[in-house]
């Protein structure tokens, strides 16, 4: 085997397929490489048995798709891939993506980062190594590519990413396996029936939000699949795979109204009877009453709000602008069509005050929502707040707890705003969900959305790690 392709293992709520290994995992076997794919969280190998994994298996790269809370396991693997001097290792995903070339002299047995996109670079990366031809020149031709050169310094390549998605492989579905999954609450918590997979329709996000990573990973300008792409991708999952459920997992499927109802109109066109959800959310300024009625026939069922704040004062330092006056209606609109809805809010941002704060809890509250998450602010590596934060030197890359920079970590805050101390800001965030989660109305509705016992687990799972703490 030439290539393992590494989920590292955390400590999360909801256990998915990861997408993005399975594109990589297709695009390899395109040009002939082949690969397999471990979800530790789901595989559950020891870093040791990894180790023996690949000396058994012969293995020349492993490729390491990574988040910031994964930090310390990428640490830990490094240390004993220096006993395996010949095994080349790639890192990838956010954290890589953002920190770059820090992230080398952090941990130096990283050989290579791909940033961003990686379906057009892995491969040439890959031949290279396998062939032994890693000269400068043949390097420096890699889109993405963070590398060393001859000298020792750190090169960091230029960012592409492809324009035409229909021309990527599909994940390699064969390795991800929706059945696999079926034991595992779904990324957002919802399933009516399984098996279910994700796919992605769009990339790119054309927001500037300053705390989020998703133009860092996939560009400003917004690609999209053709309906005949993403419809022979649902055939094969449902012909090959039996799928009965779809989430898509784009960062905004609706942004653009012409893809959002040209995918849902081929759907019903197929006579495929699914159930589909948009975990990653929607932008409440992205919709209409047609594209809401065009859900709702297509099979739709539940999706996301990405709210964050109810303080207008803090909406304004995130970069996002929404109007609080117009989230009420938005949502009135929607409860007429009888969806699912969970809205996302962050405690914490920097220079939100408490009162901003409370202002956040009361506003989730007024809200007709089915269900609310609540996180700690997490200054993503490379996001524009990240960079601010770093240059006024409130945040040290040498000296993070990267452990806490996962949304449902609750038992440290990643960063606190001035004026707050650490046991406020979690005492607030408990406060939060005890004030919103007990009530009878948002008690009937979770009973009556429960599909399994995974289900109520995932959703209980916070209130009563928060319950302990507060």
């Not at 990267?402 to 650490?422: M, R």
Request: charged share 25%; aromatic share 12%; net charge positive.
């Amino acid at each position: 085997m030439d290539v393992l392709l590494l989920k590292p293992y955390s400590d999360i709520f909801n256990v998915v397929a990861p997408l993005g290994l399975g594109y990589l995992a297709a695009a390899l076997k395109k040009e002939g490489i082949s690969s397999r794919i471990i979800n530790l969280n789901k595989d559950r190998f020891t870093i040791p048995e990894l180790a023996d994994f690949i000396k058994r298996e012969k293995i020349s790269v492993v490729g390491v798709s990574c988040c910031s809370n994964e930090h310390s396991w990428l640490e830990d693997f490094s240390r004993i891939l220096e006993y395996l001097p010949e095994v080349s290792l790639v890192a990838g995903g956010p954290h890589p993506t953002g920190l770059s070339k820090r992230l080398m002299e952090l941990i130096p047995r990283i050989n290579f980062i791909i940033r961003a996109e990686a379906e057009e670079s892995l491969p040439q990366l890959v031949r290279i190594l396998i062939n032994r031809r890693t000269d400068d020149f043949s390097l420096s031709n890699i889109a993405n590519l963070v590398w060393r050169d001859n000298s020792g310094s750190l090169i960091e390549n230029t960012l592409r990413f492809p324009d035409n998605l229909d021309a990527l492989e599909f994940p390699d579905w064969n390795a991800l396996s929706p059945a696999d999954y079926s034991r595992f609450s779904p990324h957002g918590g919802f399933r009516k029936s399984l098996p279910v997979a994700q796919i992605i329709t769009t990339r790119g996000c054309p927001c500037a939000c300053r705390y989020c990573a998703a133009e860092l990973m996939n560009g400003k300008a917004l690609r999209k699949r053709s309906c005949r792409s993403v419809l022979s991708e649902i055939d094969y999952l449902v012909n090959k795979h039996n799928v009965k459920e779809i989430h898509i997992e784009d960062d905004n499927f609706t942004f653009d109204k012409n893809h959002a109802l040209g995918i849902c109109r081929a759907i019903q066109k197929s006579g495929y009877k699914l159930y589909f959800g948009l975990p990653n959310g929607i932008r409440l300024d992205r919709f209409d009453e047609e594209v809401l009625k065009e859900l709702k026939n297509t099979g739709f069922y539940f999706f996301s709000l990405g709210i964050e704040s109810g303080s207008p004062a803090t909406l304004k330092k995130m970069g996002k602008f929404i109007d609080l006056d117009k989230v009420k209606s938005a949502l009135s609109l929607m409860r007429r069509y009888d969806f699912i809805i969970k809205g996302f809010f962050i405690i914490g941002y920097p220079g939100e005050t408490k009162k901003d704060i409370f202002k956040t809890i009361e506003f989730a509250k007024s809200l007709d929502l089915d269900q609310a998450f609540f996180s700690f602010y997490i200054p993503f590596p490379g996001t524009p707040e990240f960079s601010r934060l770093e240059a006024e030197g409130k945040i040290d890359t040498t000296s993070c707890n990267w452990d806490n920079f996962y949304s449902g970590k609750f038992t440290k805050p990643p960063y606190i705003p001035e004026g707050i101390n650490e046991q406020e800001l979690k005492k607030m965030l408990a406060l939060a969900f005890r004030s919103f989660y007990f009530r009878p109305k948002i008690a009937v509705r979770l009973v009556k959305d429960f599909h399994s016992f995974v289900h109520v687990k995932s959703v209980f799972r916070a209130v009563l790690s928060l319950m302990s703490k507060a």
